[in-house]
T-cell receptor, first 113, second 115 residues
Framework: GENVEQHPSTLSVQEGDSAVIKCTYS??????FPWYKQELGKRPQLIID?????GEKKDQRIAVTLNKTAKHFSLHITETQPEDSAVYFC????????????FGTGTQLKVEL | GAGVSQSPSNKVTEKGKDVELRCDPI?????LYWYRQSLGQGLEFLIY????????KSGLPSDRFSAERTGGSVSTLTIQRTQQEDSAVYLC?????????????FGPGTRLTVT
């Protein structure tokens, strides 16, 4: 089955700096890669996603890149703000296979003032 | 509109007891997923439904775990003879369909503690 690894497990940045979180996946059939943000005690919420036929996607301060050959994808947050502090999870799925998500183990991002 | 809801929000039970966790998906969503989140861990897939059918139960940890969905809406996850290692947050998610690119919307979860 699919295995998703995520690094780093914790990340501390100064407000205004950029943050990068990296994930690798094992199943070359995976074709959908969402990123979820989970604030303490709250439900995970989708912040951005990318399909395998796209190499990069941006949404304001957030961007995701995908390298299918290397089977890795990354989340980039620019101009970080304190409200970006949360746990971020990457995930992978096969959209034709029920779309069950295989998650990475999460990155605790702390944005310091 | 209303999001995914789950009940109870917290459940404390004694080892060996059975528990039922409930999920109400977003109206009109035909796909429903159950995940488990252990302390400090990522989310682990358990089972998903398309309508009332469960095409993939591969994530259920043991035969003590079962789930059903009726009327294409509400789902219940049942854990029989609970063990301490079952302690976790159980999250439900729903999406419009299980085939294709559709966002999964998560519920608030049920925190299960087995003493």
């Amino acid at each position: 089955g699919e295995n998703v690894e995520q690094h780093p497990s914790t990340l501390s940045v100064q407000e205004g700096d950029s943050a990068v979180i990296k994930c690798t996946y094992s199943d070359s059939a995976s074709n959908y890669f969402p990123w979820y943000k989970q604030e303490l005690g709250k439900r995970p919420q989708l912040i951005i996603d990318i399909r395998s036929n796209v190499g990069e996607k941006k949404d304001q301060r957030i961007a995701v890149t995908l390298n299918k050959t290397a089977k890795h994808f990354s989340l980039h947050i620019t101009e970080t703000q304190p409200e970006d502090s949360a746990v971020y999870f990457c995930a992978a799925s096969i959209t034709g296979g029920g779309n069950k998500l295989t998650f990475g183990t999460g990155t605790q991002l702390k944005v310091e003032l | 509109g209303a999001g995914v809801s789950q009940s109870p929000s917290n459940k404390v039970t004694e080892k060996g007891k059975d528990v039922e966790l409930r999920c109400d998906p977003i109206s009109g969503h035909t796909a429903l997923y159950w995940y488990r989140q252990s302390l400090g861990q990522g989310l682990e897939f358990l089972i998903y439904f398309q309508g009332n059918s469960a095409p993939d139960k591969s994530g259920l940890p043991s035969d003590r775990f079962s789930a059903e969905r009726t009327g294409g809406s509400v789902s219940t996850l049942t854990i029989q003879r609970t063990q301490q290692e079952d302690s976790a947050v159980y999250l439900c998610a729903s999406s419009l369909r299980s085939q294709g690119v559709y966002e999964q919307y998560f519920g608030p979860g049920t925190r299960l503690t087995v003493t």
